[in-house]
């Protein structure tokens, strides 16, 4: 994990959560109180849940952000959600371009970065997300797949601004599977090379997350391979135990 980036551990509920998860969330904002911990700690709840884990973790360690957003400040857009209205209910963070809309809602790079542009605008930080499919591993691609997907989805943003970049394997979403360390370590440096290549000096600044079955057992090792400079936790961010343990390992 580069030393010079405080850490960024970001929990994605996408669709779950209910009341009782404010327990799990107390849970969290007991601990951070508590404890001394080297990282930012996210948390993206539904949009249904946004304001009222907000208004849970005020004047805690802990933020929050949104799974999505639309590029559009308003309009005829039936089920999506503004980056003002992110804002309104808290949120500080925005998920975008994340493998399941990317496949499910087939939203394009151009999309992806038009929300991510958004986001920035509307004083919001985008975690904008890459990941290749089995296919495209297996066919010895992923490398120039992943570095031209996020590069193309990356809008231009000042010094007073801040993106993220999150790198999830697909064939390790929710699966078991994790990409080994190796695979990582190459991976994270290829995207470095590439923000870097595009941005200058910025791009040696943005965090690349890691995203892809991460849970205690493995935070560690993830964690402490260069450029990683965080995680992006699906599954494991719903139980506060788990999640705990991969912000310990920060």
Known sequence: ?????????AGNWKMNGDAG??????????????????????????????????VALHESAAKTG??????APSGAHTGDISVAMVREAGGEYVIVGH???R????????DVKAKAAAALGG??????????????????????????????SCPDFDQSQEIVVAYEPIWAIGTGKTASSGDVDEMHNAIRAALVERFGDAGAKIKILYGGSVKPANAEELLGVEN???????????????????????
Not at 29 to 50: F, G, H, M, S, Y
Not at 66 to 71: G, R, S
Not at 232 to 239: E, F, I, R, T
Request: glycine share 6%; proline share 4%.
């Open 99 to 101: 493998s399941e809309r």
């Open 123 to 152: 004083g919001v930080v985008p975690i904008i997300c890459c990941g290749e499919s089995l296919e495209i591993r297996e066919s010895g691609k992923a490398i120039d797949v992943v570095v031209a997907q996020i590069i193309a």
């Open 1 to 9: 994990m580069t030393q010079k980036i405080t850490p960024l551990i």
């Open 66 to 71: 949104a799974q999505n957003c639309h590029a």
């Open 103 to 110: 496949e499910s809602y087939v939203e394009s790079n151009a």
């Open 228 to 250: 990683v400079n965080g995680a992006l936790v699906g599954g494991a961010s719903l139980k506060a135990d788990d999640f705990w343990g991969i912000i310990s390992a920060a």
């Open 21 to 54: 998860s404010f327990l799990e969330v107390e849970v969290i904002k007991d601990r951070l109180a508590a404890n001394e911990v080297n990282a930012q700690v996210v948390i993206c709840p539904p949009a249904t849940l946004l304001h009222r884990v907000s």
